[in-house]
């Protein structure tokens, strides 16, 4: 079964330092990743995606993500974090199971980032 | 400010109460879903519709009634909840393409839903 793992509940980084959240995935066949966040009493926003192509993938507010087919991984990165930063970050992965015009997508528990001034 | 815009925001209700969350896509999107996020658990997919047709129901309850009207609306009717049913209700929109689909979802800012 697809499944997506965030080993994190919180990560702790202060401003300016750089940060990473971890993901990993299991996937029948290709797999098609995302990365969500979600700010307090907001619904989720996408960051960025990977569906082929370059492992390294740039996203929205200087966030990136490198993708390893070898260790299953999507980590979200950012070389400089701020304190707005702060969220809740989702890493989600499209069923394969499901083909057509819809895009299900299995999501992770979530990793918590605070950001110190 | 999103394309998606979800109504009530807030919303309290008794185990005996019907009441109905709204959700509304203003992207031109043609597949809308609903998500339940809890704390603690991952987002949990409740239901599909592509082109107003249900497509998926993961083994949804039955006091959780979906309705599609049109490509641009997205209903939840619930009617006798639980006090366990009470979360954020997300929904969501993407555009399908032929063969497989990899839009990014948009999401509402969601309902709060506490149920007494």
């Known amino acids: 079964a697809q499944s997506v793992a965030q080993p994190e509940d919180q990560v702790n980084v202060a401003e300016g330092n750089p940060l990473t959240v971890k993901c990993t995935y299991s996937v029948s066949g290709n797999p098609y990743l995302f990365w969500y966040v979600q700010y307090p009493n907001r619904g989720l926003q996408f960051l960025l995606k990977y569906i082929t192509g370059d492992n390294l993938v740039k996203g929205s507010y200087g966030f990136e993500a490198e993708f390893n087919k070898s260790q299953t991984s999507f980590h979200l990165k950012k070389p400089s974090a701020l304190v707005s930063d702060s969220a809740l970050y989702f890493c989600?992965?499209?069923?394969?199971?499901?083909?057509?015009?819809?895009?299900?997508?299995?999501f992770g528990t979530g990793t918590l980032l605070a950001v110190q001034p | 400010e999103t394309g998606v815009t979800q109504t009530p925001r807030h919303l309290v209700m008794g185990m005996t109460n019907k009441k109905s969350l709204k959700c509304e896509q203003h992207?031109?999107?043609?597949?809308m879903y609903w998500y339940k996020q809890s704390a603690k658990k991952p987002l949990e997919l409740m239901f599909v519709?592509?082109?107003?047709?249900?497509?998926e129901n993961n083994s949804v309850p039955s006091r959780f009634s979906p309705e599609c009207p049109n490509s641009s609306h997205l209903f939840l009717h619930l009617h006798t909840l639980q006090p366990e049913d009470s979360a954020l209700y997300l929904c969501?929109?993407?555009?399908?393409?032929?063969?497989?689909?990899?839009?990014?979802?948009?999401f509402g800012e969601g309902s709060r839903l506490t149920v007494l």
């Open positions: 992207l031109g999107h043609n597949a």
């Open positions: 989600a992965v499209r069923d394969p199971s499901m083909g057509g015009a819809t895009n299900k997508l299995i």
């Open positions: 519709y592509s082109l107003e047709e249900r497509v």
């Open positions: 969501a929109s993407s555009q399908g393409t032929r063969g497989v689909s990899t839009g990014e979802l948009f």
